[in-house]
């Protein structure tokens, strides 16, 4: 018998101590490339410049990763986290497509683009998705929305109330951000249907809000898109692919953050990025690169090329905007591009900048930014449920008409 209970301790207790974040253990060994940059996914955020701090102030004494659920913010602190940090599929394990949250010392949160393979670390980083309820879209190519149906699905067991995202209203009503929450809510007739007499329906809610494109002008550069609790985001067009595209600039308590995602270069995204603390923007490899990684004639990769931008290219547009910590984001996570990227942006910026991988971690406040890796539980629950808003409708709806045929339910085993 002690013998028994001692072999199934053994068998047992491995497993359960790999679950937290104490016993997590980052892909790869700390190490440097030949130019002296973290390794990826070696637990070290891939920059020469992990904390950027002023002259003479104390800078906070930060455990060495972020362990979402163990530290919190203080009342004047931004924490920006990358769920993941690249583009178009293929998509691979280690690195998911463009997503971004934003969560603020006054306890507000934002999402910035839900790409597909995100929303696992996205769920990982203590914050309860009731509380993941705000979308700022970029734009609608896929790899910057992919991730909205695991989203959208907390409904029941962790949103009760609506999800909000906010995009381009469209060059015509069907490439707009209406369209998009109409079309994602009719994919998911079936199970809406399916939910909606046992679960609260405004959780399986989507609402859209429109940013009017056709307003953008010269003289009317960005449109404030959210205003609430002190917290301003606005959105300003971008040059990328169909008229839409668009970056946001979420300002509050002093700080700003701006993200633009996919864009070719501009002095006008520049300009609008302007006082930026921290500003995220695409970097690309070479065409050659993009068709080697993507088995891609290099033609075709000269195409997508022409919608995104180099190194060389980051670095005068951060040489304008002047951040106080300037982010590269959607790249090809690899050993061999880390050095090439950093050499090229090098040729035109000299000051801190970041190579964004998932799960790094930005803490931002006046005085300093401190950059980390997340250590996520792989096995994370969320949060506790925030409390629900005064006057929240949990009402369900209607039963649906779309019963299985008696006859097979009837075979049903009978219950235990
Ligand atoms: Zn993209
Ligand atoms: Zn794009």
Not at 326 to 334: A, K, N, P, S, W
């Amino acid at each position: 018998m002690f013998r028994l209970r001692l072999l199934v301790t053994c068998l047992f207790l491995p497993l359960m101590a790999s679950a937290g974040p104490d016993d997590y253990r980052f892909p790869r060994e700390p190490g440097t490339t030949k130019d002296g940059y973290p390794l990826p996914l070696s637990g070290v955020p891939i920059t020469k410049t992990p904390v950027i701090a002023k002259p003479g102030v104390d800078v906070k004494d930060y455990p060495g990763h972020y362990v979402p659920g163990r530290e919190s913010l203080d009342d004047n602190e931004m924490r920006v986290t990358a769920c993941g940090s690249w583009g178009p599929a293929p998509m691979r394990i280690g690195q998911g497509a463009s997503c971004f949250l934003v969560e603020l010392g006054n306890g507000d949160t934002f999402i910035f683009d839900i790409g597909g393979g995100t929303v696992g670390n996205l769920f990982a980083l203590g914050v309860h998705p009731a509380e993941l309820d705000k979308v700022f879209i970029t734009h609608f190519h896929l790899d910057h929305i992919g991730g909205i149906f695991p989203l959208f699905d907390a409904m029941g067991w962790g949103r009760n109330t609506p999800l909000h995202v906010w995009g381009s209203s469209g060059y015509t009503p069907e490439l707009g951000i209406t369209a998009l929450a109409d079309n994602i809510m009719q994919a998911a007739e079936w199970h809406i249907q399916n939910k909606q007499s046992i679960l609260p329906k405004a959780g399986m809610t989507i609402i859209p809000h429109e940013i009017d494109i056709s307003k953008f002008t010269p003289e009317n550069p960005r449109q404030l898109a959210y205003d609430e609790n002190g917290v301003k985001i606005y959105a300003f067009p971008v040059i990328h692919a169909l008229a839409g595209s668009m970056g946001f600039r979420l300002e509050w308590n002093g700080l700003t953050f701006v993200y633009t995602a996919d864009s070719q270069p501009s002095t006008f995204e520049a300009e609008q990025s302007k006082g930026a603390d921290v500003f995220l923007h695409e970097i690309f490899p070479s065409a050659e690169e993009f068709a080697h990684y993507n088995h891609m004639p290099t033609q075709d990769a000269e195409g997508v090329m022409e919608e995104h931008t180099t190194p060389a290219e980051l670095g005068r547009v951060f040489s304008i905007a002047k951040p106080r910590l300037g982010v590269g984001m959607h790249f090809t996570l690899d050993e061999n591009l880390i050095d090439p990227l950093f050499q090229r942006w090098r040729t035109t910026y000299d000051d801190p900048v970041l190579l964004m991988q998932d799960l790094t971690t930005i803490n931002i406040t006046k005085n300093y930014i401190v950059v980390r890796q997340t250590k996520a539980d792989l096995l994370a629950w969320p949060a506790p449920p925030p409390t629900l808003p005064e006057g929240a409708d949990l009402s369900r709806g209607e039963p649906s008409k779309a019963k299985r045929p008696d006859w097979l339910t009837a075979t049903r085993l009978p219950s235990e």
